[in-house]
């Protein structure tokens, strides 16, 4: 029986989806571990984990290097990689919003907006394109992106959003929710016909523990 291979977003997910992969069965413990390997295994159940940037999960995935992957919905929506989004595991939840000065607040549809800060290129020129069907410059930064209206670099910004307390600091209001985020569970296509047993069994396990936890 070969392995199968499941790819984990560094980060905040990290500890998230272990307790998910512990209350199915999986031993994690070589994951909860201090140790430096790269790919951590469970000998049992013939399952090996690796950690990614979060960017870089539905990457290995689409191409078959994991056969399932962890990762935010944000990062899905902005890579855009051929893979099957299976379950929506509910935390790490917030949402994808464009933002602005307040005073801009109810004014959005009479604006010309021709500059858009944010971490998001495909996500933002997606929105305008087809849900605003307006043209606008994206600038592309890897900070701090409430600082693009605040210094005149763009009228407004696309980012995640969780409590809202960085944009209230800073003057700044959400003007539209461009989509609700949270943490998602891939598949490889192939994966997905070839071990379909094996992975269905997880799949229907994890959706068990989710909906005991509502």
Do not use: H
Not at 52 to 64: N, R
Not at 66 to 75: E, F, N, P, Q, S
């Amino acid at each position: 029986m070969r392995y199968l291979t499941i790819a984990l977003s560094k980060g905040r997910l990290t500890e998230m989806s272990v307790e998910l992969f512990e209350a199915i069965g999986i031993d994690c413990s070589e994951l909860k571990s201090s140790t430096r390997k790269l790919i951590l295994s469970d000998e049992k159940n013939r399952i090996k984990f690796f950690l990614a940037k979060p960017a870089d999960v539905p990457t290995y995935v689409e191409y078959g290097a994991a056969d399932i992957g962890i990762v935010g919905k944000d990062t899905l929506l902005e890579e855009g990689r051929n893979l099957y989004e299976v379950l929506d595991l509910g935390f790490a939840a917030c949402k994808m919003a464009l933002a602005g000065p307040a005073d801009l607040q109810g004014k959005i549809d009479e604006l010309t907006i021709r500059r858009v800060g944010t971490k998001y290129p495909n996500i933002a020129r997606n929105y305008f394109e087809r849900t605003r069907r307006e043209s606008v410059e994206i600038i592309k930064l890897n900070g701090s992106v409430e600082l693009a209206p605040l210094v005149g670099l763009s009228e407004v910004i696309v980012d995640l959003v969780e409590s809202g307390r960085t944009l209230k600091e800073n003057g700044l209001v959400v003007l539209d929710t461009i989509a609700d985020i949270s943490a998602r569970m891939v598949v490889n296509r192939v994966s997905m016909k070839m071990e379909n047993e094996r992975i269905q069994k997880i799949i229907d396990g994890i959706r068990a523990q989710l909906l005991l936890r509502r």
